[in-house]
């Protein structure tokens, strides 16, 4: 959620006039001032300086999309965005189903600077170029019958190491086998400590255990599914921290090693809805939509 900062809360770190990056309250029942879709926002968290060279529409695909990114890799899979450090474990192979969404994207690039090796990832065919230019290693067609076998075989060609993190950036329940299915078939079964993680739960044919990566984890948030289902995220500063370390480099990579690609801009309420419409029907492949404002 970009913008302009037209009367700052927060003297000597922002002026009125600048370009500022923020994040709605992630609620469904939160006071209209918080809304994300309105002339004025009264901002309370995550509150950054716009980089030069971040244009406003990438902008507002950035901090929702990152932050679940960060969360999913740095604190559901345990992986450190600080490759270089001298307490880092050695290079992890991770697996991103999923890589064209707008998290797989972001966390392929994250996966890069946090050193994982090889950076494995599913995708539409004619998203492969796209994704290897962002750093993935391999990319394959999830439709392919034989997906599972192919991913065995490139981690084989790379690494002896197991594969023990897996991203589902997606959860694609049908046609099946679902996504779920797919990506614990990737895990050798006899691998202990393996990690998996969606931003959304798992298919119920899930045999293995997942958690659910979140964008926000500086306060409490529950949301109720239409099933009834209320997913409930406990605030927790470390997992936050972690978070805020990889939106900072980011920030400030942007442009060279980290970008929001294939943004598309729609006008109006109605266009906006069928964007919306068009993503959650896994219509946008590999691309992003954001509302011009006003609207």
């Known amino acids: 959620m970009p913008g302009w900062d037209s009367a700052t809360q927060w003297p000597g770190q922002f002026n009125a006039g600048d370009r500022v990056i923020g994040f709605a309250a992630p609620a469904l029942d939160k006071p209209k001032q918080y809304g994300a879709h309105q002339d004025v926002h009264c901002a309370r968290h995550f509150v950054y300086h716009v980089p030069a060279a971040m244009p406003m529409e990438e902008a507002a695909c950035f901090m929702v999309v990152t932050h679940t990114a960060a969360d999913a890799l740095f604190n559901q899979l345990h992986l450190s965005l600080d490759a270089s450090g001298n307490d880092n474990p050695a290079p992890q192979p ?31 065919s004619r998203n492969n170029a796209a994704l290897r230019q962002l ?11 034989d997906v599972v076998s192919k991913i065995g ?15 589902d950036a997606v959860v694609a329940r049908n046609p099946p086998p679902s996504s779920t299915t797919l990506c614990e078939a990737c895990v050798d079964p006899t691998t202990e400590n393996a990690l998996f993680t969606s931003p959304v739960p798992a298919t119920k044919e899930a045999t293995r255990p997942w958690t659910r990566t979140f964008a926000c984890r500086n306060v409490a948030v529950d949301f109720t599914l239409p099933d009834g289902t209320v997913l409930r995220h406990a ?54 939509f954001v509302i011009q404002h006003p609207i």
């Open 153 to 167: 075989a490139a981690l084989a060609k790379y690494t002896s190491r197991p594969l023990a993190r897996v991203l």
């Open 135 to 145: 750093g993935a290693t391999e990319c394959f067609d999830y439709a392919d019958l």
């Open 94 to 124: 991770l697996l991103v189903w999923g890589g064209a969404s707008a998290v797989g994207t972001a966390a392929i690039q994250l996966a890069v600077k946090a050193g994982c090796t090889p950076i494995l990832t599913t995708a539409s």
């Open 235 to 288: 605030p927790d500063q470390q997992m936050q921290d972690r978070i805020d370390h990889a939106i900072r480099w980011a920030i400030a990579a942007y442009g060279t090693e980290y970008r929001m690609p294939n943004v598309a801009v729609v006008q109006g309420g109605e266009a906006g809805i069928r964007a919306m419409r068009d993503a959650v029907a896994g219509k946008a492949s590999m691309q992003k």
